[in-house]
């Protein structure tokens, strides 16, 4: 099978071989017609200078003939009519003439030799056919050459995919190549794509190093309060463990089926203001989830979602609030927009532009968690299709903005 650089030096030299065909026949031709051209002027002077002879003197000279019985039809009938002429006939004998009518229906005529291939034409078209094969040739070396470098660059960039494939670390030196060509510009995605992967497998790292520390703490707790049963203390402790890796656990699984992407959304048209207050009724008494009002800004609108999982969402948004903000939380239903607002600190720089990360909670002092409620709330977003954003509110405090796709219309009745 050819290669690369075959195919390119292949292309690029047929193109070049048509280019030099095309350009030689031109030429050809070109010179053909001036070659007729001048040699159909000659005969023309030539025929002016005899038929000043013979109007002067009656004689026929420089070669004119009177009433040619050879002269061509074309230029026969062309004289015929008053009009003097030129003409080149083909056949066995080739010629150049010249005719024009002297009076009383007499014809003075002259010709000349006219032979297919004139040894000027023939040099002219040898130099042509050498300097299209060696143009030819001259490209097809130009053509490997570039092919060469181009199937170079690329099997760096290939052997670099392969190395990352296997484990490697990206080549950014194998990569990122000068230029701004498709190649580069492979290389360049290529190593963004190896270094996204990259710091995804090394997340993934941090996820499971994370997770086994987590799981850690509530086990030992477990170990420990076990050994002094059975005290009520000890119940209590374990009870309280027990719960902590229940929460932990299902977060964890909720998580991984998200990232996986098997979850799909269940959605049904519902009046999101009714919506929102039965999720904060339901929440209240929840994860310290307590002091928080509603507002419906505008009429209450029709939205096509899954309840239960903008249920999730609004309850993990509260949870956060309610344990790393300041009440009274707020909650603006407007349109198809859901905003949710504390009056605390805000959010952590990092996480509004960078959005939540998993076991990244806020500072100490704003409290406790695996900081996973957000991240399972912007997932959650992501399968319903809508989008959920962090940011601070006027006057300060946290604010997340869920917007929700508007339900479609009904079908109008035919």
């Given at each position: 099978m050819m290669?690369i650089?075959g195919?390119?030096a ?11 065909v095309?350009?030689?026949?031109a030429?050809h031709?070109?010179s053909a017609?001036e ?6 002027s000659?005969?023309?002077?030539l025929?002016s200078?005899?038929l000043q002879v ?10 004119a003939?009177?009433?040619d019985?050879t002269?061509?039809v074309?230029?026969a009938?062309?004289?015929a009519k008053?009009?003097p002429?030129?003409?080149i006939?083909?056949?066995?004998d080739p010629r150049v003439?010249a005719?024009?009518?002297?009076g009383d229906?007499k014809?003075l005529?002259?010709?000349?030799p ?5 040894p000027?034409q023939k040099a002219?078209?040898?130099a042509?056919l050498?300097a ?11 053509a490997?050459?570039?092919a ?5 660059r690329?099997r760096?960039?290939a052997?670099a995919?392969r ?8 080549d950014?030196?194998a990569l ?5 060509d ?7 995605s290529?190593h963004?794509?190896?270094a996204s992967?990259a710091?995804?497998v090394?997340?993934e790292?941090e996820?499971?190093?994370d997770v086994a520390h ?8 477990l170990?420990?309060s ?5 005290h009520?203390?000890a ?9 902590t890796?229940?929460s932990?656990?299902e977060?964890l699984?909720e ?7 098997v979850e799909r959304?269940q959605?049904d048209?519902v009046?999101?203001?009714?919506l929102?207050r ?5 929440a ?6 307590d002091?928080?009002s509603?507002e419906v800004v ?6 096509a ?8 969402i609004?309850?993990?948004i509260?949870g956060?609030?309610?344990?790393h903000?300041k009440?009274p939380?707020e909650i603006r239903?407007e ?9 605390g ?6 996480l509004?532009?960078q959005?939540?990360?998993?076991f ?5 002092e704003?409290?406790?968690?695996h900081?996973?409620?957000?991240t ?5 977003a992501v399968?319903?299709g809508?989008s ?13 903005i ?13």
């Amino acid at each position: 099978m050819m290669g690369i650089r075959g195919r390119i030096a292949l292309a690029l030299s047929f193109v070049t071989a048509l280019a030099v065909v095309l350009l030689g026949i031109a030429v050809h031709h070109i010179s053909a017609v001036e070659r007729a051209r001048q040699a159909q002027s000659y005969q023309d002077d030539l025929l002016s200078s005899a038929l000043q002879v013979y109007q002067r003197d009656g004689l026929l000279a420089l070669g004119a003939q009177l009433d040619d019985s050879t002269l061509p039809v074309p230029l026969a009938k062309r004289v015929a009519k008053g009009r003097p002429g030129t003409y080149i006939s083909d056949g066995a004998d080739p010629r150049v003439w010249a005719a024009t009518s002297v009076g009383d229906g007499k014809v003075l005529s002259v010709s000349a030799p006219y032979p297919d291939r004139d040894p000027l034409q023939k040099a002219l078209d040898k130099a042509l056919l050498v300097a299209g094969a060696a143009t030819v040739a001259l490209m097809a070396v130009v053509a490997w050459f570039v092919a060469q470098s181009l199937s170079r660059r690329l099997r760096r960039s290939a052997a670099a995919a392969r190395r990352i494939a296997a484990g490697g670390a990206p080549d950014a030196e194998a990569l990122l190549t000068g230029g701004r060509d498709e190649v580069a510009e492979l290389g360049r995605s290529v190593h963004h794509m190896a270094a996204s992967l990259a710091a995804r497998v090394e997340a993934e790292r941090e996820f499971t190093a994370d997770v086994a520390h987590e799981l850690r703490t509530p086990v030992a707790g477990l170990v420990a309060s076990a050994e002094l049963l059975p005290h009520p203390r000890a119940v209590e402790m374990v009870r309280e463990r027990a719960q902590t890796m229940r929460s932990l656990v299902e977060d964890l699984l909720e998580v991984s089926r998200l990232d996986s992407g098997v979850e799909r959304a269940q959605l049904d048209p519902v009046e999101l203001p009714s919506l929102v207050r039965g999720i904060v009724k339901r929440a209240r008494g929840q994860r310290g989830v307590d002091d928080v009002s509603v507002e419906v800004v505008g009429e209450g609108r029709i939205v096509a979602t899954d309840a239960r999982r903008v249920e999730r969402i609004l309850v993990n948004i509260l949870g956060n609030a309610a344990k790393h903000g300041k009440p009274p939380i707020e909650i603006r239903v407007e349109g198809t927009r859901i905003v949710v607002r504390d009056h605390g600190g805000g959010y952590p720089p990092e996480l509004v532009d960078q959005g939540p990360r998993r076991f990244r909670t806020a500072a100490p002092e704003r409290g406790t968690g695996h900081g996973l409620g957000l991240t399972i709330a912007v997932g959650q977003a992501v399968v319903l299709g809508a989008s959920l954003e962090f940011g601070t509110a006027e006057g300060g405090g946290a604010q997340a903005i869920l917007d929700l796709p508007e339900a479609d219309p009904p079908a109008a009745d035919v």
